[in-house]
């Protein structure tokens, strides 16, 4: 007979926010991989965009990305509704997502973020660290695609923009798991 298996200790905002998020980001990803072949199944030409599904992504990602053709990869022939590096940027946030539904790391922003990272004498400055250095890769790339006339590739474009989303989702649920610790420090004091 198999045993159920069951979450370690009682569920909290941070786990919930984890869930929902890992579950946006899931969610989010298969919409902008489907478009393009909802498009293509529909003939291809942009007129196929009237399908309200592939509208609704393709509108949504033009209000987060500049969807320029030649830097979005395409799927049946038809340009994703994110370029290269926004595509990315998806990747790495529904990654980090997804282990952090595996991990699930400490409450507290510190604590959460550092759960991901091997142990220090110094979490906070190795948590910061790595934050900086995870999202300075896109700037480095973005900012000499911008100031020289040096052309990234698909791959680099994608890659570092895998590192900031990464980077980005580790952010956003740190914050979530700290105002979390210090909600639960004010409501029960005792406890300390």
Same mark, same amino acid.
């Given at each position: ?6 979450? !370690? ?8 926010f984890a869930a929902v998020f890992a579950i946006v980001c899931l969610t989010s990803l298969a919409a902008v991989v489907i478009a393009p072949l909802m498009v293509a199944a529909g003939g291809g030409s942009d007129a196929a965009r009237d399908s309200p599904a592939a509208a609704i992504v393709y509108e ?57 990272? !091997?142990?220090? +004498? ?34 680099? +474009? ?26 639960? +420090? ?7």
């Amino acid at each position: 007979m198999a045993t159920k298996y069951r979450f !370690p200790g009682p569920l909290t905002v941070t786990d919930v926010f984890a869930a929902v998020f890992a579950i946006v980001c899931l969610t989010s990803l298969a919409a902008v991989v489907i478009a393009p072949l909802m498009v293509a199944a529909g003939g291809g030409s942009d007129a196929a965009r009237d399908s309200p599904a592939a509208a609704i992504v393709y509108e949504t990602g033009g209000l987060l990305c500049h969807q320029m053709p030649e830097r979005s990869y395409a799927l049946a022939g038809i340009p994703m509704p994110l370029c290269e590096r926004c595509f990315g940027i998806l990747l790495g946030m529904t990654a980090l997502a997804g282990a952090a539904l595996i991990v699930r790391p400490r409450r507290g922003f510190f604590a959460y973020a550092g759960g991901f990272l !091997p142990k220090t +004498r110094h979490p906070r400055l190795l948590v910061i660290a790595t934050g900086i250095c995870l999202g300075l890769p896109m700037v480095i790339d973005g900012t000499l695609q911008l100031a020289t006339p040096y052309d990234s590739t698909a791959i680099v +474009r994608t890659v570092t923009g895998f590192l900031y989303g990464i980077g980005q989702a580790g952010f956003l649920l740190a914050v979530v798991a700290g105002a979390d610790a210090r909600i639960e +420090r004010w409501r029960h004091p005792e406890e300390e």
